[in-house]
């Protein structure tokens, strides 16, 4: 069976600081409707900027993912993301009244339990999937760091790190499905080297980090002085010097806690891809930089994909939704000029059909006698006609009703189609019917070939004296 996109049932807020610039935010998860994605408004702005979560708008990878849309920006966003897509959330809208997401404990898990307590929601369309179907790489050969993708039916993520650290060397961690997303992945928390604090901060960094929010390391040997200097620089009590490798008085959630934070990460930022992924990731050192170029990697190999033509699908064992007697009911057409057989699939905005082109079609005699053509004024009749099926079906008695086309534009014929060709027919609608006024996009295939694709302007009108 088919999996459903997922949206939030009702709106949730979290209130934090953000890690960075410090400032106390506001962040409410709002429900959002079907392909809508996740986006993030900014309501403390003029006109309420949107901003939209996909890898193409990733401006800033220091210390986390910075996006930024129509010089709008929103920072931050790696947890917050890698919930909604571990949690099963497609579509949200992200109302964020200041420029990044709430750090809240350096986790994921606060968001986790947020949208638990507003709930999902199954949504009418169906679910997208990018499948990796051969090794996809991407790599920093002077830093060792690597992110690669393999061919798998499911979704999985193994993540190798390592640090020139006696404290923190190499850890591995893994999620093999979501379901372990909640308690092994989402408590853990962000890391940092006490070594790297101060020169964070004075690079206008981490303002609003504190021993709430993060694991300090210390992989040093530490003076009480320093710890002292740190404490007041962050406007945090003193803490005593410690050996065992954790500056603040916490207990890890697992021994590979921070291994287990940067697989966080990469959920997080490859959720900019913009669609489910299936396939198995292998992350190497991964960091935002990588992740972030992986994700923008796989989006172009999407919209490579896009930009082929992919036609129909047809089982002809299938049983039609409508067959001959049913198109005869619904559009006013008859021989020798009703040119749709079947319609393999209807919903309120797409419509397929078939046009099955056999020797005994009238107008072969003339068109060519020596070279029979299925002319093209007829291969743009036949698309229409499947058009007007998914125009007749919104109104609840179609006998009343006629088409009148209005325009035809930017047809292009890609091949012939000849005798023994079945004409497989995608109509799609462009934007809600308006006044009876319908604007689709067509396209007709043979076997795996574009053959035709055309765009209409039809008008749905009753019947004379109707």
Not at 205 to 225: F, W
Not at 406 to 433: A, H
Not at 443 to 449: A, I, L, P, Y
Request: hydrophobic share 40%; aromatic share 8%; with cysteine.
């Amino acid at each position: 069976m088919s999996e459903k996109q997922r949206t939030v049932v009702k709106p949730v807020t979290l209130k934090g600081n953000g890690l960075h610039s410090g400032e106390k935010v506001e962040l409410t998860i709002h429900p959002a409707p079907d392909n809508h994605g996740y986006v993030f408004e900014r309501t403390d702005l003029e006109g309420n900027p949107t901003v939209r979560a996909v890898a193409e708008n990733v401006v800033l990878t220091e210390r986390g993912t910075t996006l930024e849309e129509n010089s709008v920006r929103v920072s931050t966003i790696e947890h917050l993301l890698a919930s909604l897509y571990a949690m099963g959330i497609d579509n949200a809208l992200l109302k964020l009244n200041g420029p990044e997401v709430p750090i809240m404990d350096g986790s994921a898990i606060e968001f986790v339990k947020a949208i638990k307590s507003a709930g999902t929601a199954e949504q009418e369309s169906e679910r997208k999937y990018f499948e990796i179907k051969n090794k996809m790489a991407f790599r920093d050969e002077k830093k060792g760091l690597e992110i690669t993708g393999y061919p798998d039916d499911t979704f999985s993520i193994d993540v190798h790190i390592g640090f020139d650290s006696k404290i923190l060397d190499n850890q591995f961690a893994r999620l093999n499905n979501f379901d372990e997303f909640e308690t092994q992945i989402a408590p853990c928390r962000t890391f940092v080297f006490l070594r790297e604090v101060e020169l964070l901060y004075k690079n206008n960094l981490i303002k609003g980090g504190d021993l709430n929010n993060a694991i300090v390391i210390i992989d040093r040997k530490v003076s009480q002085e320093e710890l002292d200097r740190l404490a007041d620089l962050f406007h945090q009590p003193k803490i005593q010097a410690k050996p065992e490798g954790v500056l603040n008085n916490i207990e890890l959630h697992f021994n590979n806690e921070p291994a287990r934070h940067k697989l966080l990460d990469v959920i997080g930022d490859l959720a900019l891809v913009g669609t489910r992924l299936k396939g198995k990731i292998i992350a190497n050192k991964p960091g935002h930089y990588i992740n972030t170029e992986f994700a923008r990697m796989l989006r172009k190999e999407i919209k490579h994909k896009l930009s082929k033509p992919v036609p129909p699908e047809y089982d002809p064992d299938k049983p039609p939704v409508c067959d001959i007697n049913d198109i005869m009911k619904k559009l006013p057409h008859r021989p020798p000029f009703l040119l749709v057989d079947r319609i393999t699939y209807l919903d309120d905005w797409t419509v397929c059909g078939i046009k099955n082109v056999t020797m005994n079609e009238a107008f072969f005699v003339g068109h060519f006698p020596e070279e029979p053509i299925m002319p093209g004024v007829l291969q743009i009749e036949a698309m229409a006609q499947v058009g007007g099926i998914l125009l007749m079906s919104m109104v609840p008695d179609p006998e009343n009703y006629v088409l009148y086309f209005m325009k035809i534009e930017n047809v292009k014929f890609k091949q012939k189609v000849v005798p023994g060709d079945t004409l497989n027919v995608r109509m799609i609608l462009k934007e809600p019917v308006r006044r009876g006024i319908a604007l689709t996009y067509g396209q007709g295939f043979v076997g795996d070939k574009l053959a035709i694709e055309c765009e209409f302007m039809a008008q749905l009108s009753r019947k004379p004296g109707v």
